[in-house]
């Protein structure tokens, strides 16, 4: 018969089918450890911390016995004064074993002490633990019903969980049982309890499976959800080594601030299954990683409650994004892949879904790496600037599974054997535009009035600090328009040249900066009939080669046959550079459709243009020049 390791394993019984089973308190993980040998039933089980084996009540002999972590199965003599019916075991750091039957009026205490005087005696707490020869056990006042028990090794004070859902203190010495205020309150049955050196106590539902941690504060008792273990449901009994810690855990810090989702509202709190790494020293994001006993939750709606160091700070994200990516550091020498699993709430709604999320793979090597995910914004999201949502991360040799919940990606909760999880604000960012400012003073179009604001579907260019024109370009929100487009800063000459009122073509030299690596359209308009509206056989068009430094780019426009420039009035010119390939597809059969609408780099300037009268004729008489009337 071989002891058992002091470990945080939970160890658990089932009544009637004569074997052990393990459940890892931190991942939910079990399964069958052994089957009794010899088989029997076995209930009121305790983990012995001086020697490291099990003993329980036997229910077929009455008998109590000893379990090695083979299973092995050892009677042991009979105990003067002991009855033969418990259903609560429980040891004390120096070995003593505490028995009891639901709602009895007395409790046990028997001394397995190895090599003790009076091992395998019943004794008295309150009185030396003297040996009992009579008038046995120790009243308890008032008797609860319950079915299993521990000793908190960091007061010495017996606990059990009733039916009702309230825990109860017993003093060993005295046998005084005092209700506690208990939050939250769970009825059921709980006949499975196990405790670690750290004090919290690991309560198993024996309909369900669930395993909820309690600890106790004060004349309270708080608990909450802790893990699901599914597996063996049913009577039942637990213990675990009392001096064993369970691993340190990493927790993420996503605001969790109420029950259910919601924008800033994530599941992040132990309570609601949040996502929790045990601890290792060879997998992890950045530098290393911080324990926590339970998600330090951000009340703030920062994720700041835990120390993260993943990326140096998250990328904004573009309001008109269709993917985002983000460049994680990571550490992994555990000598196995790792996967590293990433999701950002785009829709806001408190859930990291499966269309939200992005996967890499992370080898095991001796020196830090750097792995990029990238996410695709789902169709249909709308991103709306100056608001924040959130990104989660995690690592871990771990295979996460799709439990196939259309709500949430159960990778994103849950415990899992090893790695990190860090959560992140996201800052969702205006794209910084550039619009026009020819006038726009209503619907429709007209003599200085064009199609420049957002809302009449404007011309407007994301900005790039590669293709400009003049020095530079400015962003706004709308366009600037007034009545002589002076609203944005513009330069790409210094004043726009007279139009003569009998000018056949107009000339305009523009000066531009591409050095995009691509060749850039330079498209331009002068609305010469002021109709409001930019016109296919108003427009000219030239290349810019890409070139580090400043260029000059003529455009020469056509003044359409038939228009009448009328002098002393003004109308007004649009100038696009762009690495795009605008296109007219002539669904307008009043505007050329280059004018106006979106473009993903550049920028677009208007300018008004003066139409001035002709300049007159000269000619050059006898001697001197004079002007020639009618000419």
Not at 88 to 106: E, H, K, N, T, V
Not at 350 to 377: D, H, K, R
Not at 384 to 406: H, K, Q, S, W, Y
Not at 427 to 437: A, R, Y
Request: glycine share 10%; with cysteine.
């Amino acid at each position: 018969m071989e002891p058992f390791v002091c470990d945080n394993t939970i160890i658990k019984s089932l009544s009637g089918n004569q074997s052990l089973y393990y459940i890892d308190p931190i991942t939910g993980d079990s399964g069958l450890m052994c089957r009794l040998n010899p088989p029997h039933n076995i209930n009121a089980i305790g983990f012995n911390p001086l020697d490291n084996y099990i003993y329980g009540l036997d229910m077929d002999t009455g008998a109590l016995v000893q379990i090695g972590s083979d299973c092995a199965l050892s009677q042991l003599a009979n105990v003067p004064g002991l009855p033969g019916l418990f259903t609560s075991g429980a040891f004390d750091l120096d070995g003593f074993f505490y028995l009891y039957l639901s709602a009895d009026p007395r409790f046990y205490t028997v001394d397995l002490r190895p090599g003790s005087s009076t091992y395998l005696r019943l004794v008295d707490p309150a009185n030396g633990f003297a040996e009992q020869t009579s008038n046995y056990g120790t009243p308890m006042s008032p008797p609860r019903y319950i079915d299993d028990w521990v000793i908190n090794p960091t007061d010495g004070y017996l606990y059990a969980i009733q039916s009702t859902g309230y825990f109860v203190r017993i003093s060993p010495a005295t046998g005084v049982s005092t209700q506690l205020a208990t939050s939250p309150i769970n009825p059921g049955v709980y006949g499975a309890m196990a405790i670690d050196g750290d004090g919290f106590m690991y309560v198993i539902d024996n309909g369900n499976g669930n395993v909820y941690r309690y600890w106790i504060e004060g004349d309270t008792a708080t608990g909450e959800f802790f893990v699901s273990s599914v597996t063996f449901t049913g009577s039942a009994d637990a213990t675990m080594c009392p001096l064993a810690r369970l691993a340190d855990l990493d927790f993420g810090d996503a605001p969790d601030q109420g029950v259910g989702n919601g924008q800033g509202n994530y599941n992040t709190l132990l309570a609601n299954n949040g996502p929790r790494h045990i601890i290792v020293d060879n997998l992890f994001f950045g530098t290393g990683v911080t324990a926590e006993d339970d998600a330090h939750q951000d009340p703030y709606d920062l994720a700041i409650g835990d120390v993260d160091d993943a990326v140096s700070s998250m990328p904004p994200l573009k309001e008109n994004a269709e993917t985002y990516s983000v460049t994680l550091s990571v550490r992994n020498s555990t000598g196995h892949p790792a996967n590293i699993y990433g999701w950002v709430d785009f829709n806001s709604d408190g859930l990291f879904q499966v269309i939200e999320s992005a996967m890499a793979v992370a080898p095991s090597q001796a020196t830090q790496q750097y792995i990029t995910l990238t996410f695709n914004v789902p169709v249909g999201v709308d991103l709306e600037p100056g608001t924040m949502t959130f990104a989660r991360f995690r690592i871990t040799t771990d295979n996460l599974v799709i439990d196939g919940n259309p709500l949430q990606d159960s990778r994103s909760v849950g415990p899992a054997s090893d790695g990190e999880v860090e959560d992140w604000a996201v800052w969702i960012t205006e794209v910084p535009m550039d619009f026009g400012d020819a006038p726009d003073r209503g619907l429709g179009n007209g003599q200085g009035n064009y199609n420049t604001l957002l809302i009449n579907n404007g011309p407007r260019h994301i900005i790039d600090d590669n293709i400009f024109f003049g020095t530079g370009v400015t962003a706004e929100r709308d366009a600037l328009q007034n009545y002589d487009a002076t609203g944005d800063f513009d330069d790409a000459v210094l004043s726009m040249p007279l139009l003569k009122e009998n000018a056949r073509t107009y000339t305009v030299i523009l000066r531009v900066l591409n050095r995009t690596g691509y060749p850039a359209n330079v498209f331009g308009w002068v609305d010469f009939n002021s109709n409001g509206l930019f016109e296919e056989d108003e427009a000219s068009v030239a290349v810019v080669p890409s070139q580090p430094g400043q260029q000059f780019v003529t455009l020469i426009f056509d003044v359409p046959y038939g228009v009448v420039l009328e002098p002393d009035t003004m109308t007004f010119a649009r100038f696009r550079i762009t690495t795009d390939e605008l296109v007219d597809d002539g669904s307008d059969p009043y505007q050329d459709l280059r004018s106006v609408g979106p473009a993903s780099d550049g920028e677009v300037e208007d300018w008004a243009v003066f139409i001035v009268e002709r300049t007159p004729a000269v000619v050059c008489c006898i001697g001197h020049c004079s002007q020639f009337c009618g000419g």
